[in-house]
C-alpha cells in the first residue's frame, strides 16, 4: 500500500528554534518529495521540494534531507519565527504520474 | 501573474444534491489536479486532467466525475452528495502531463453538506 507517514502530529517550538517533521515511506515508487505549508483557510503552498538522488536541500531558512535507504526524508525550519505557526504536509509522488500521497499533516505553533 | 483561481469558495448543500466546483489553472499550465482535504486530514487525489484527458483517478466512487475544457479550465461534478463529501476541495495545476512538474494549489472550494 502506497502511505506516507508524518511524525510529530503537533509541535511546539520557541522562537528561534528549530522544528523538526519527519515523513516516512513503504513504496519505493515514489520519484520527488514536496513539503506543503498550509495557512488556517488556505490551500496548500509548495515550500521546498526534493528528488530522491538528492540528500540534502536548503532553501533559506528551509532544509529538506533525504534518506534513500532508510526510505525518511524530513523537514527542518531553521530560526523558527511566530510566522511560520502552520499545517505541514509532506509528499510523495507516484513514479510517472501525477499522483501525491501525502502525509497526515503537522501543526507548527512558534512561540513568541 | 495570478495563481489558481477556484470557485465558488464556500457553499453548503443538501445530502442527495449536486455540486459544480470550477477551477482556472495558473496561466499556461495545461494539467489540472483535484484532491480532496477532510478536515484534520492531508489532500487525497481524486483525478488528474491533461490536455481535456483523465489520465489518473483515485479510490472515490463513480459520484465523483471531471472533465477539462479547451482552455485548460476544470470542474469536478459530484453527485448524490453525502454528509461524507464535507470537505475541502483543492484544485492544482501543473506545467504539463507528464512527471516533471509540481503541482499548485488553489485556495479550494468548502463544501458542507447538510
Known amino acids: 500500500q502506497q502511505q506516507v507517514k508524518q511524525s510529530p502530529q503537533s509541535l511546539i517550538v520557541q522562537k528561534g528554534g528549530i522544528s523538526i517533521i519527519n515523513c516516512a515511506y513503504e513504496?519505493?515508487?515514489?520519484?520527488?518529495f514536496p513539503w506543503y505549508q498550509q495557512f488556517p483557510g488556505k490551500g496548500p503552498a509548495l515550500l521546498i521540494a526534493?528528488?530522491?538522488?538528492?540528500s540534502e536541500k536548503k532553501e533559506g531558512r528551509f532544509t529538506i534531507s533525504f534518506n534513500k535507504s532508510a526510505k525518511q526524508f524530513s523537514l527542518h525550519i531553521m530560526d523558527s519565527q511566530p510566522g511560520d505557526s502552520a499545517t505541514y504536509f509532506c509528499?510523495?509522488?507516484?513514479?510517472?504520474?501525477?499522483?501525491?500521497?501525502f502525509g497526515t499533516g503537522t501543526r507548527l505553533k512558534v512561540l513568541a | 501573474d495570478a495563481g489558481v483561481t477556484q470557485s465558488p469558495t464556500h457553499l453548503i448543500k443538501t445530502r442527495g444534491q449536486h455540486v459544480t466546483l470550477r477551477c482556472s489553472p495558473i496561466?499556461?499550465?495545461?494539467?489540472v489536479s483535484w484532491y480532496q482535504q477532510v478536515l484534520g486530514q492531508g489532500p487525497q487525489f481524486i483525478f488528474q486532467?491533461?490536455?481535456?484527458?483523465?489520465?489518473g483517478r483515485g479510490n472515490f466512487p463513480d459520484r465523483f466525475s471531471a472533465r477539462q475544457f479547451p482552455n485548460y479550465s476544470s470542474e469536478l461534478n459530484v453527485n448524490a452528495l453525502l454528509l461524507g463529501d464535507s470537505a475541502l476541495y483543492l484544485c492544482?495545476?501543473?506545467?504539463?502531463?507528464?512527471?516533471?512538474?509540481?503541482?499548485?494549489f488553489g485556495e479550494g472550494s468548502w463544501l458542507t453538506v447538510v
Open positions: 492544482a495545476s501543473s506545467l504539463a502531463g507528464g512527471s516533471g512538474n509540481t503541482i499548485y
Open positions: 513504496n519505493t515508487a515514489f520519484d520527488y
Open positions: 526534493i528528488r530522491p538522488d538528492v
Open positions: 509528499a510523495a509522488r507516484i513514479s510517472g504520474t501525477y499522483k501525491y500521497i
Open positions: 496561466s499556461g499550465h495545461k494539467s
Open positions: 486532467y491533461y490536455e481535456k484527458e483523465e489520465r
